[in-house]
């Protein structure tokens, strides 16, 4: 009868502070926007009940607080016990030990808070002891992924913990790859407004290494959209993330392929290399760094996306390249010469690469004869 009074006494004080915090917590916003001050004596109190419920060896018979402990823990069904967490109070089942690993993406689920693993030791024993309080599971990880998207800083967690757990063969067991990138969302910009970007970890196969020529790709022009944002891919290293993750680097002739494609291309004006001389001489000079770099069948591969395109500025407009002219071959007035608008003249890789192009040197004899 004691044990069942204890525990009648303790349910009683934890809806008290269950109603308290509910009750606190704004309607339209989330629990943790009430006041601090008031989730700390919340706790504080939610810690006297347990410290001063909590069940110590009697003396001379130690029959007499196991008996009364028992009762304790067994006077209610099922897995039924009421307790404070970073949420508010919840059922022990829905609360899980704290676990600093996955305190940057799992905001929403509900753990213990901090201040009451040191302060309620035994008492948090004896439910450990019992089964009771269980460690995150991998299945924890995917339902609070699948209830909301996560902020850069929080997928920049997500992903450390994940790559940290594949570098750890003895938890490889928690859950296929498969199953993580299904359930995580990204999402960027401010929640709701015109700049807002939601992308499914799914949709993602690439990403920039920068430590390989694909760094002088420029950040602020187009992207492709299954590119891993550089503002994350920039906290791991490549072979974390193509170890971990089913991705690989992002290469020129990817990226010459998209900025090529239509999309792409009808996304802005500015960055239309068939309209913008601008951009359509950065992006030959950023072919030409990479020129001695890129094999034969990459090079194959990026004449393959300009061939048929107007992208080389001359002094007649934007022309395709076998349109263009190298200034050497203007023997009449109105030839397209190649004419960036920085005035540069075309020299070595830039040469080389307008060459590969099909820009050309000569005028061909027809055009002499019909002129």
Known sequence: MGGFLARAAYEIELNTVKSLWDGAAPVSSSLNSADPQLHFWLRSRSIHALKFFTFHPSTPST??????????FSCAEGNHFPLISTVGVRNISEIRLPDPAFSGFLK?????????????????????????????????????????????????ACLKWW????????????GPQEQLLDAAVLVLGDPGSGNEKIIPLTSLRTFINTRT?????????????????????????????????????????????YICSSAARKATVEYDLTLSAT???????????????????ARTEVHGHLKTLTCVPTSSGMKSPEQSYFVQANIFHDLPVVAFPSG????????????ALGVRKHVELQIVFNR
């Open 63 to 72: 029959d007499i607080s196991s008996i009364l402990e028992a009762a304790f």
């Open 279 to 297: 951009w359509s001489e950065r992006v030959l000079s950023i072919i030409a760094r990479a020129w001695p770099s890129l094999s034969a069948s």
């Open 213 to 257: 020529i694909a760094s002088i790709i420029p950040l602020e022009g187009p992207l492709p959209d299954h590119l891993l944002p550089p503002t994350i891919s920039k906290h791991f290293t490549p072979d974390d993330l193509t170890s971990s993750f089913p991705w690989t680097e992002l290469t020129i002739p990817e990226w010459v392929g």
């Open 108 to 156: 929403d689920l509900a753990v213990l808070p901090d201040d009451v693993l040191p302060s309620a030791s035994a008492m948090i024993a004896s439910l450990q002891n019992r089964g009771m309080i269980k460690n995150i599971t991998f299945d924890d990880v995917l339902k609070n992924l699948r209830s909301r998207p996560l902020g850069e800083a929080e997928m920049i």
């Open 163 to 174: 790559i940290g757990l594949n570098k750890d063969s003895v938890n490889l067991q928690l």
């Open 344 to 355: 540069i003249t075309p020299k070595g890789n830039l040469e080389r690469v307008l060459q």
